[in-house]
Every structure is written in structure tokens, then in C-alpha cells.
């Protein structure tokens, strides 16, 4: 099993920048794929991002394409998410997850509690 804390959010202007972090509990993090989601009130959450367990492949959504970099550092269980160029339209809560499964997109076994990311027009 897996805990995840994440941290980094908060309130930015269109076209800033902000690095979410990660932390895993644990002595396997390098068995999960880690990925990153985030949700808007009354939407369904949606996938940001992902990393495989080596760091050596990633997957971004369209609308984060460019702008947001995904990486890990398996010595520090870690995971990270740095955004770029912000709008208004990533304003969310995001989310940290782990799966233990073998594709970005599919089932994610463990969740962070979220943290708020508000990008001010």
C-alpha cells in the first residue's frame, strides 16, 4: 500500500507557473505508475498526466500538451508536475494517484487527498 500528500497549489495569474509535488509512503514507490488528475465541481476528474516506473515515458492530455512536464525521483518517492503558461481552464483540484496496473490511462489503485490549483484571469 501506498500514501500520497500533495503539495504545491495555490492561486496564480494567467500565464504563470506552478510545480505540484508528491510524496509516496512506502518502499515500492518505483512499482506504481504515477499519475496526475484533476477536477472541477460537477465535472468528472480527468486524466492529466502520467509517468511510467523508470521515468522514461510519460502521457499528457491535449489540453496540457506543452505546458506541463511530469517527472519522478524514485530515490525520494516522489512525483512532480510542473505547469507552465497557465489559464484560467486549469483551475482544479488536482489529484496524485498510483497504479499498480500496466497502462497510464486505466485503473489507479491509490489517491491523494488533492490540492487546489486557481489560475486567476
Known amino acids: 500500500q501506498v500514501q500520497l500528500v500533495e503539495s504545491g497549489g495555490g492561486l496564480v495569474q494567467t500565464g504563470g507557473s506552478l510545480r505540484l509535488s508528491c510524496a509516496a509512503s512506502?518502499?515500492?514507490?518505483?512499482?506504481?505508475?504515477m499519475g496526475w488528475f484533476r477536477q472541477v465541481p460537477g465535472k468528472e476528474r480527468e486524466f492529466v498526466s502520467a509517468?511510467?516506473?523508470?521515468?522514461?515515458?510519460?502521457d499528457y492530455a491535449d489540453s496540457v500538451k506543452g505546458r506541463f512536464t511530469i517527472s519522478r525521483v524514485n530515490a525520494k518517492n516522489m512525483v512532480y508536475l510542473q505547469m507552465s503558461s497557465l489559464k484560467p481552464e486549469d483551475t482544479a483540484v488536482y489529484y496524485c494517484?498510483?497504479?499498480?496496473?500496466?497502462?497510464?490511462?486505466?485503473?489507479?489503485?491509490?489517491w491523494g487527498q488533492g490540492t487546489q490549483v486557481t489560475v486567476s484571469s
Open positions: 494517484a498510483a497504479a499498480l496496473g500496466p497502462t497510464f490511462r486505466g485503473k489507479y489503485d491509490y
Open positions: 509517468i511510467n516506473r523508470s521515468g522514461g515515458s510519460r
Open positions: 512506502g518502499r515500492t514507490f518505483s512499482s506504481y505508475i
